[in-house]
């Protein structure tokens, strides 16, 4: 079975620093890009970064970029999301996404997602 | 960045209806388009890709269509399963843009 698991996810203040990992399995790891997304509660979808199979490529939503940076382990077929300077507007619900795509190429799309984990950024 | 505008954002529909929901983008993106379907608490799930195609082992009554800025989704006889929220999204161009989405509602 296709799996992503996210964790990491919790409560911290703002300007303070969190990293997010995501863990997948049942499918060749390095034959795909992953993307993190964000839902706030309530809200919509917000594409948040991707990073290509070998990671030579890595991509970030303006409001991010800068603060945030993925990586990913292919050996432990792992990817993760290092999130710094973090404000209240951050808080959402993160998923990653599998790319069908290895480098996130254009005319993608995202599947499976994982069932995501909470941020919440408050003092 | 693409703008991506959904309408209706809900409607209310009993079981066996023809539903229909559009996703406008606010410029050309060809048929680069996918939908996804979100149920309470759960992830979202991917359903059509390039504007049309479906996913395999989604229902034949997902129909996607439109290319350029106009699309539909419509679910040619809504069954109980179907009540939840879907979202468009464009893969034309990044930063990758949503729709912010149509809730189906049942009646």
């Known amino acids: 079975e296709v799996q992503l698991v996210e964790s990491g996810g919790g409560l911290v203040r703002p300007g303070r620093s969190l990293r997010l990992s995501c863990a997948a399995s049942g499918f060749p790891f390095d034959d795909h890009a992953i993307h993190w997304l964000r839902q706030a509660q309530g809200k919509g979808l917000e594409w948040v970064s991707s990073v290509s199979w070998n990671s030579a490529i890595t991509d970030y939503a303006d409001s991010v970029r800068g603060r945030f940076t993925i990586s990913r382990d292919n050996a432990k077929n792992s990817v993760y999301l290092e999130m710094n300077s973090l404000r209240p507007d951050d808080t959402a619900l993160y998923y990653c996404?599998?790319?069908?795509?290895?480098?996130?190429?254009?005319?993608?799309?995202?599947?499976?997602w994982g069932q995501g984990t909470l941020v919440i950024v408050s003092s | 960045d693409i703008q991506m505008t959904q309408s209706p954002s809900s409607l209310s529909a009993s079981v066996g209806d023809r539903v229909t929901m559009t996703c406008r983008a606010s410029q050309d993106i060809v048929t680069f388009l996918n939908w996804y379907q979100q149920k309470p608490g759960k992830a979202p799930q991917f359903l059509i890709s390039s504007a049309s195609v479906l996913r395999s082992g989604v229902p034949s009554r997902f129909r996607g269509g439109g290319s350029g800025t106009d699309f539909t989704l419509t679910i040619t006889s809504v069954q109980p399963e179907d009540f939840a929220t879907y979202f468009c999204q464009q893969s034309y161009r990044t930063p990758l843009t949503f729709g912010g989405g149509t809730k189906v509602e049942i009646k």
């Open positions: 996404a599998r790319s069908s795509t290895p480098a996130a190429e254009l005319g993608g799309w995202f599947d499976p």
